[in-house]
């Protein structure tokens, strides 16, 4: 399996701000996903961090709004821009390991 | 469209007792998988079945499959309190095996001591 971290486990933001969080894998991979989880739904992706070319974003996710970088095979950031209290959620990366999909321990963002 | 629809939503048994949730979906995958979450956190792994497989075991789990009614259960054995959790499928259904996953509802199974 996998070992994911991230960084940082929680946040309260102000509205207008952005929020940046960073993902670490224990092993290289080739694609690492970003998932955002509303409060009391389900997960839905975001978009697939590929490294070495721009991320590919879901249908209702933009660049401008969820900039990811992925600057090599083990990491990958995403950025909350312009927060709303909309946006407050849990957004969680994963990556692929031997077994199956593995998740990381999530980033609870609350926006005020 | 939510690609998994999960029963039941909600369930509560007392501990020993077993506890069964079900999974269906829309589409041809490659594998479906099982998920626990605890109070909002991460996900934790359970099971991942392949879609040429109809049964697997890990300790007290049990998952089948069933494709040609494309739907899936998960079986929890003498449970325990520490089970209590949100439990959800996914399934690996696009073309290429990419690895994007589409969740589940989500069965919410309380686990009385």
């Known amino acids: 399996s996998a070992v994911i971290s991230q960084k940082p486990s929680r946040d309260i933001c102000q509205r207008g701000t952005s929020l940046t969080i960073q993902c670490q894998v224990d092993?290289?991979?080739?694609?690492m996903f970003w998932y955002r989880q509303q409060p009391g739904q389900s997960l839905t992706l975001i978009a697939t961090?590929?490294?070495?070319?721009?991320?590919?974003?879901e249908s209702g996710f933009v660049i401008d709004k969820f900039p990811i970088s992925r600057p090599n095979l083990t990491f990958s950031t995403l950025t909350v821009s312009n927060m709303s209290p909309e946006d407050s959620s849990i957004y969680l990366c994963?990556?692929?390991?031997?077994?199956?999909?593995?998740f990381g321990p999530g980033t609870r963002l609350t926006v005020t | 469209s939510q690609q998994g629809e999960e029963d039941p939503q909600a369930l509560s048994i007392q501990e020993g007792e077993n506890a069964t949730m079900n999974c269906s979906y829309k589409?041809?995958?490659?594998?479906l998988q099982w998920y626990r979450q605890n109070s909002g956190r991460g996900l934790v792994h359970l099971i991942l079945?392949?879609?040429?497989?109809r049964e697997k075991h890990s300790g007290r789990l049990r998952v089948t499959l069933d494709t040609s009614k494309k739907s899936s259960s998960l079986l929890i054995t003498a449970s325990r309190a520490a089970d209590t959790a949100s439990y959800f499928c996914?399934?690996?259904?696009?073309?290429?095996?990419?690895?994007?996953?589409?969740f589940g509802q989500g069965t919410t199974l309380q686990v009385k001591p």
């Open positions: 092993s290289q991979v080739t694609m």
């Open positions: 079945i392949r879609s040429n497989e």
């Open positions: 994963s990556s692929r390991g031997s077994g199956g999909q593995y």
């Open positions: 589409t041809s995958i490659n594998n």
């Open positions: 961090a590929n490294q070495g070319s721009e991320a590919t974003y």
């Open positions: 996914a399934t690996d259904a696009f073309s290429g095996n990419t690895g994007k996953l589409i």
